[in-house]
């Protein structure tokens, strides 16, 4: 009986063979008949003539319309033919059956979004190229070294269609059928013809040739001498048949054409022939430390063959490449990676929170799993060190590096680790944080849906304590530990050597990064209150870049907040009576900023005239019950539900929210609950500032309205007077470190001059500063990315590479109990010029991979059923919207007709659901949920269309298939996006399908080296830009700091207006700006300096009297909202400020005027 893993890959080849069969062919149905094609076939019946068949001589397929436009990949027509003379090939004919396959509503109300789509952006036009369409010839070009005793050998195989007549009985109209059959030759080349001096260009000879009668197919040979003595060669096959006349194009196409090449010894005995390594683009005396570093990892993964007009592939048998091949559906399926360690007897080390928190009744409080972690990665990375010698010597000098690396992290480890035996508050709070870490993997997971009866608020589930004893959960995985350790002395000691060092997470998806990073704010917000209950406020700044990123976190994070909070009730003498909460700071489209507005938008909620919900908390993080719009099943006088909206005829009850002192308070609405009364969890902006949650959330762009509003100061400890009362955040998370970048990164940069100021304590013999945590899958260059955002020398990333980019010690590549690899998830690249548009790819494309999985059987159909659809631009995603409407229900039917199956075996498209920024927090949320929802339940999700908002956050692992269309801007955003199937690879690896537009260079260059890229995906992420310093970010946004700064630590007279100009402080400011830009850009100091200068001297000559907004006395404030419009005035005498961090780019802007108007009149007074 077959394991759900092999049941799963089972099906998975099923979706590749689906496409081959769409694509390129032979595509014999299943349930076609037998039939002579020796003489023009009768058919008595339409119903006859219409069904499936195969050659009953050959068994070979039979097609009912031309091959040309049954196939649109792997095809070489005719050397010379023109576009007029073949088929284009247009999309189905619309249906009004097949237009019933889909749910049209859902289309419609995506549809509605696209209308008002204006400032999309896409950044590669798709050009047609008429010549590229008819494709003639392929080739791969190779390395090789060949003696006069070799030869290079050449086989080529394909299939021909020749047609016959079909008509019905009493029918006078004959049609053109096409039966298929094989074609294949074999070309050899001697070794002496191509070991010449100077490059050659030979015609390969035929030695065999099986049913090319009447084609021409010539196989080109170009071989360049290379320095070493090896031969770079390239093989081409030409198709120069002859067409016209009685000779129809598809009779001299080839098709399903594919070539084998490989360098074969005369002599038997002889090895030293073959094919060698492609050459480098980078010599590696010419890379930098990083480019040597992944020479070093990914030196195995050579690459062997590049294709031209198509893919290349090669085999493998040990380290040699025995031949290469061209491909036009070309895979390549990535290796699982697995962060459990094995002992040397098998067994996995497993690190029990539980243990750690002290709950157990070990006397060692754990450590002896933690130690051997140590000494197991430290004998690791001495066997790593045995091997050294064997490299090449070019490779050494950076293998010993990142062998050093790899040392001060296991030192770090152990410093952590003697740190929390000879420092008892260390202690408490490492075993508090376990025992909170714990609590949150146990907790709130699973929402308990509710409803209102007669009897009151009815649960799915009722409330039931955490048991921390009986849990299988609670496993810290050894590399999340591992960073703990390695950070847990810098983090409390507040003038440790590894204070200033930025600790870089760099793990791939779905590894755990963020339980890291948790248990590591735990730990600190638990040891500020242990040294000092009476210091509370914000002590972990948590940011992201994304809001879907940021309140998925959230909810997340607050998990963990109730957790602390329930610890700390049990030990008030310890950590003092005030709360451990949580805030979320995002922009007033997401959250409320006021308390006036929470009551406004709890208002609309109850009567049904929103349907947004801006509290965020939809479940009790602590017991999981659920909150917000709930069903109401009460029956009132008049036979109505209570609460029920007339306008949708629902009725509905909000749950969870409640008025108290003129604001909103969140609340379970479980009475059971120990949070019945009171979440710790805050998400007006208001409550932020005045309650000071222990852990804040935010948005980086958030950070411009310092700029705007002095009140934000109280977050980092200061108050209205400008003295610190309280610590300021002692740790600050950046996840997704690889999206701080470009305009977004720069600003970013420019304002943690302001940050890391506000973060800084003063009041000891030393400056304090905030420790800094980042985390990212994908990234390069990181060190000078993190200096130039940060200002900080160093930056460690973990965990530290070591020899090979599969092991890493605390990464290695999964393998099941015979040592075999387990599966990955499997890319697939399609580009088919023979179809002539992107729109009948995609169309072709997704009916394959939509129906197959209904072909499966109803217990095999989940991993496959949601066709998550990646796009690189809004506008694109329109299109295919308009294409899910008809032309994919339309393809339904022809695949009907050519399978030989019934309208019951076709898929209905019933859940058609958009994951796109253009949707509010709210529907986000409801989408993610329903993207949870297993096909068994009857409502899963058919098709989800997303953009680039998936790239983080999204964590389903039902997810197993996607459909990329167009390849992604940057090799990370590619990464992440596709990251977001297969992440339950040890029973359902993912299976994502790239389709490339043949009109785009930069798409047919990825789908020519299409193994290349996949086999080293991480080492091509390209290296980010941030220039905070740049003229265009200091021009535009430096007063914005400037301001910024004043605000968040001038005294009340200060705050209050900008008049007179606080020289003082900005001096202040200014010293801090020149420092930090020496440190990181010293080439842009004199310009930042003269802006700074100029920035003043505006300041000192307009002597405003207010910051923003509408002065008196004809004044004009100090700042205006960039681009919102101002008159001529205005705009010259009051600066131009963001209000988020989102473009630093110059933008011509249109407005509507009327000034015209008004100077006709004051030309007539």
């Known amino acids: 009986m077959l394991t759900e893993l092999q049941k799963n890959m089972k099906n998975r080849d099923q979706l590749f063979e689906a496409l081959r069969r769409e694509f390129i062919g032979p595509a014999v149905s299943d349930n076609s008949m037998s039939i002579s094609c020796q003489t023009d076939v009768l058919f008595k019946s339409k119903e006859e003539y219409y069904r499936p068949y195969r050659n009953k001589e050959t068994g070979e397929e039979i097609l009912h319309e031309q091959p040309s436009r049954r196939y649109g990949a792997a095809i070489l027509y005719p050397y010379g033919i023109g576009r007029d003379e073949s088929e284009d090939h247009q999309l189905d004919p619309a249906d009004s059956d097949a237009i019933q396959l889909v749910n049209t509503r859902e289309i419609e109300e995506i549809e509605s979004r696209n209308s008002s789509n204006k400032n999309d952006e896409d950044s590669e036009l798709d050009i047609s190229s008429a010549n590229d369409y008819q494709q003639s010839s392929m080739a791969v070009s190779f390395r090789a070294i060949l003696n006069p005793e070799s030869e290079l050998r050449i086989f080529v195989t394909g299939g021909r269609y020749n047609s016959f007549k079909a008509r019905i009985e009493g029918d006078k109209r004959e049609r053109k059928w096409w039966v298929r059959s094989p074609v294949s030759m074999k070309v050899t080349c001697s070794a002496e013809e191509l070991n010449t001096e100077r490059h050659v260009l030979l015609t390969g000879r035929v030695i065999e040739a099986d049913n090319t009668d009447g084609l021409n197919l010539q196989v080109q040979i170009l071989s360049r001498p290379i320095e070493d003595g090896s031969r770079l060669i390239t093989v081409s096959l030409v198709n120069r048949s002859e067409f016209g006349g009685n000779t129809s194009v598809d009779s001299v196409s080839l098709f399903q054409s594919q070539f084998t090449a490989d360098i074969f010894p005369l002599n038997q005995a002889d090895q030293s022939v073959g094919i060698l390594p492609y050459p480098e683009a980078v010599e590696p005396t010419d890379a930098d430390e990083e480019e040597q570093s992944l020479a070093l990892l990914y030196r195995s993964m050579k690459t062997y063959a590049v294709g031209h007009g198509c893919s290349a592939d090669w085999d493998m048998t040990g380290?040699?490449?025995?031949?290469?091949?061209?491909?036009?559906?070309?895979?390549?399926?990535?290796?699982?990676?697995?962060?459990?360690?094995?002992?040397?007897?098998?067994?996995?080390?497993?690190?029990?929170?539980?243990?750690?928190?002290?709950?157990?009744?070990?006397?060692?409080?754990?450590?002896?799993?933690?130690?051997?972690?140590?000494?197991?990665?430290?004998?690791?990375?001495?066997?790593?060190?045995?091997?050294?010698?064997?490299?090449?010597?070019?490779?050494?000098?950076?293998?010993?590096?990142?062998?050093?690396?790899?040392?001060?992290?296991?030192?770090?480890?152990?410093?952590?680790?003697?740190?929390?035996?000879?420092?008892?508050?260390?202690?408490?709070?490492?075993?508090?944080?376990?025992?909170?870490?714990?609590?949150?993997?146990?907790?709130?997971?699973?929402?308990?849906?509710?409803?209102?009866?007669?009897?009151?608020?009815?649960?799915?589930?009722?409330?039931?304590?955490?048991?921390?004893?009986?849990?299988?959960?609670?496993?810290?995985?050894?590399?999340?530990?591992?960073?703990?350790?390695?950070?847990?002395?810098?983090?409390?000691?507040?003038?440790?050597?590894?204070?200033?060092?930025?600790?870089?997470?760099?793990?791939?998806?779905?590894?755990?990064?963020?339980?890291?990073?948790?248990?590591?704010?735990?730990?600190?917000?638990?040891?500020?209150?242990?040294?000092?209950?009476?210091?509370?406020?914000?002590?972990?700044?948590?940011?992201?870049?994304?809001?879907?990123?940021?309140?998925?976190?959230?909810?997340?994070?607050?998990?963990?907040?109730?957790?602390?909070?329930?610890?700390?009730?049990?030990?008030?003498?310890?950590?003092?009576?005030?709360?451990?909460?949580?805030?979320?700071?995002?922009?007033?489209?997401?959250?409320?900023?006021?308390?006036?507005?929470?009551?406004?938008?709890?208002?609309?909620?109850?009567?049904?005239?929103?349907?947004?919900?801006?509290?965020?908390?939809?479940?009790?993080?602590?017991?999981?019950?659920?909150?917000?719009?709930?069903?109401?099943?009460?029956?009132?006088?008049?036979?109505?539900?209570?609460?029920?909206?007339?306008?949708?005829?629902?009725?509905?009850?909000?749950?969870?929210?409640?008025?108290?002192?003129?604001?909103?308070?969140?609340?379970?609405?479980?009475?059971?609950?120990?949070?019945?009364?009171?979440?710790?969890?805050?998400?007006?902006?208001?409550?932020?500032?005045?309650?000071?949650?222990?852990?804040?959330?935010?948005?980086?762009?958030?950070?411009?309205?310092?700029?705007?509003?002095?009140?934000?100061?109280?977050?980092?400890?200061?108050?209205?007077?400008?003295?610190?009362?309280?610590?300021?955040?002692?740790?600050?998370?950046?996840?997704?470190?690889?999206?701080?970048?470009?305009?977004?990164?720069?600003?970013?940069?420019?304002?943690?001059?302001?940050?890391?100021?506000?973060?800084?304590?003063?009041?000891?013999?030393?400056?304090?500063?905030?420790?800094?945590?980042?985390?990212?899958?994908?990234i390069r260059r990181f060190k000078r990315q993190v200096k130039d955002v940060y200002a900080r020398e160093n930056t460690r990333l973990f965990p530290s590479p070591g020899l090979e980019a599969d092991d890493s010690f605390f990464a290695q590549n999964a393998t099941d109990t015979e040592g075999k690899l387990m599966p990955g998830r499997k890319y697939i690249g399609i580009n088919t010029p023979g179809l002539g548009s992107m729109q009948t790819l995609q169309v072709r494309s997704l009916t394959a991979l939509l129906q197959k999985p209904f072909e499966m059987g109803e217990g095999e159909r989940d991993p496959w059923w949601t066709l998550l659809i990646f796009f690189n631009s809004l506008r694109e995603l329109g299109t295919t919207v308009t294409l899910l409407q008809s032309d994919i229900p339309n393809h339904l039917k022809v695949v009907k007709n050519r399978e030989g199956i019934g309208y019951d075996k076709l898929r209905r498209l019933n859940r058609i659901k958009e994951l796109t920024s253009r949707l509010t927090s709210d529907e986000i949320s409801a989408a993610i949920g329903e993207l949870k929802t297993d096909v068994k339940r009857g409502t899963a999700i058919d098709v989800c269309l997303a953009s680039n908002i998936i790239e983080v956050g999204i964590d389903i692992d039902r997810l197993s298939l996607m459909a990329?269309?167009?390849?992604?801007?940057?090799?990370?955003?590619?990464?992440?996006?596709?990251?977001?199937?297969?992440?339950?690879?040890?029973?359902?690896?993912?299976?994502?399908?790239?389709?490339?537009?043949?009109?785009?260079?930069?798409?047919?260059?990825?789908?020519?080296?299409?193994r290349s890229y996949h086999e080293k995906l991480y080492a091509q992420v390209e290296p980010t830009s941030v220039t905070p310093f740049s003229p265009a970010v200091i021009d535009r946004l430096l007063h914005a700091v400037m301001v910024g700064y004043v605000r968040q630590i001038g005294d009340a007279v200060e705050v209050d207006t900008p008049r007179p100009l606080p020289q003082d402080i900005l001096n202040q400011l200014e010293e801090i700006l020149v420092r930090r830009v020496k440190r990181t850009d010293p080439e842009e100091l004199e310009n930042v300096k003269r802006v700074f200068e100029k920035r003043l001297a505006?300041?000192?000559?307009?002597?405003?009297?207010?910051?923003?907004?509408?002065?008196?006395?004809?004044?004009?404030?100090?700042?205006?909202?960039?681009?919102?419009?101002?008159?001529?005035?205005?705009?010259?005498?009051?600066?131009?400020?963001?209000?988020?961090?989102?473009?630093?780019?110059?933008?011509?802007?249109?407005?509507?005027?009327?000034?015209?108007?008004?100077?006709?009149?004051?030309?007539?007074?």
């Open 319 to 778: 380290d040699k490449v025995e031949s290469v091949r061209t491909e036009f559906l070309p895979s390549y399926e990535t290796k699982s990676m697995t962060p459990a360690i094995k002992r040397g007897d098998g067994s996995d080390i497993e690190v029990s929170m539980r243990t750690l928190a002290g709950l157990d009744s070990s006397s060692d409080h754990g450590f002896n799993e933690l130690e051997e972690i140590v000494n197991l990665y430290r004998k690791w990375i001495e066997k790593k060190r045995l091997t050294i010698p064997k490299l090449d010597k070019h490779l050494q000098e950076v293998a010993e590096r990142n062998l050093l690396l790899c040392s001060e992290c296991a030192d770090r480890m152990e410093q952590g680790l003697n740190y929390l035996k000879n420092n008892l508050e260390a202690l408490k709070a490492f075993q508090l944080a376990n025992y909170a870490m714990l609590l949150q993997q146990i907790t709130g997971t699973v929402v308990r849906e509710s409803e209102v009866t007669e009897n009151g608020v009815l649960f799915s589930k009722p409330y039931t304590n955490p048991d921390v004893i009986g849990t299988d959960k609670g496993k810290w995985r050894a590399f999340q530990i591992a960073f703990m350790l390695m950070s847990i002395e810098s983090t409390a000691n507040f003038f440790s050597n590894e204070r200033e060092t930025v600790e870089l997470i760099f793990f791939p998806t779905g590894g755990g990064k963020t339980e890291a990073y948790l248990g590591l704010a735990a730990y600190s917000m638990f040891l500020r209150r242990l040294r000092d209950p009476y210091d509370t406020g914000v002590q972990v700044l948590m940011r992201y870049t994304l809001r879907l990123l940021t309140a998925d976190q959230f909810q997340r994070a607050s998990r963990l907040i109730c957790s602390m909070e329930y610890i700390r009730k049990l030990h008030e003498i310890d950590l003092g009576d005030e709360s451990f909460s949580i805030g979320i700071w995002l922009g007033s489209d997401t959250t409320p900023n006021t308390h006036k507005g929470a009551l406004a938008d709890l208002k609309a909620l109850k009567n049904g005239t929103s349907e947004d919900n801006p509290f965020l908390v939809r479940s009790c993080p602590w017991c999981g019950a659920q909150m917000g719009k709930i069903p109401d099943n009460r029956k009132t006088e008049s036979g109505l539900r209570s609460g029920r909206s007339k306008r949708k005829g629902l009725g509905f009850n909000i749950n969870g929210y409640k008025i108290s002192s003129g604001n909103v308070m969140i609340h379970c609405p479980d009475r059971d609950c120990i949070f019945n009364q009171e979440l710790p969890v805050y998400v007006v902006d208001e409550d932020i500032y005045s309650k000071r949650p222990t852990l804040v959330i935010g948005t980086v762009d958030k950070f411009a309205l310092l700029a705007w509003n002095s009140v934000p100061r109280a977050m980092f400890g200061i108050g209205a007077d400008g003295e610190r009362f309280c610590s300021p955040p002692g740790l600050i998370i950046q996840d997704e470190l690889h999206l701080i970048s470009g305009p977004l990164g720069s600003m970013t940069g420019l304002f943690e001059v302001l940050i890391e100021e506000l973060c800084t304590d003063y009041r000891a013999q030393e400056p304090v500063r905030p420790k800094l945590v980042c985390s990212t899958a994908t």
């Open 964 to 1010: 990329v269309i167009g390849q992604p801007k940057t090799t990370s955003q590619y990464i992440q996006v596709t990251g977001r199937v297969g992440r339950r690879w040890f029973e359902r690896p993912g299976l994502v399908v790239t389709l490339y537009s043949a009109s785009k260079p930069r798409d047919r260059s990825h789908y020519e080296k299409f």
């Open 1098 to 1165: 505006h300041w000192m000559k307009l002597n405003p009297s207010e910051w923003s907004g509408t002065a008196e006395g004809g004044d004009y404030p100090l700042l205006r909202v960039a681009g919102e419009y101002a008159d001529e005035r205005s705009t010259r005498l009051s600066l131009a400020t963001p209000m988020s961090l989102r473009n630093v780019d110059a933008q011509c802007r249109g407005d509507i005027s009327v000034l015209y108007k008004l100077e006709e009149l004051e030309d007539l007074e």
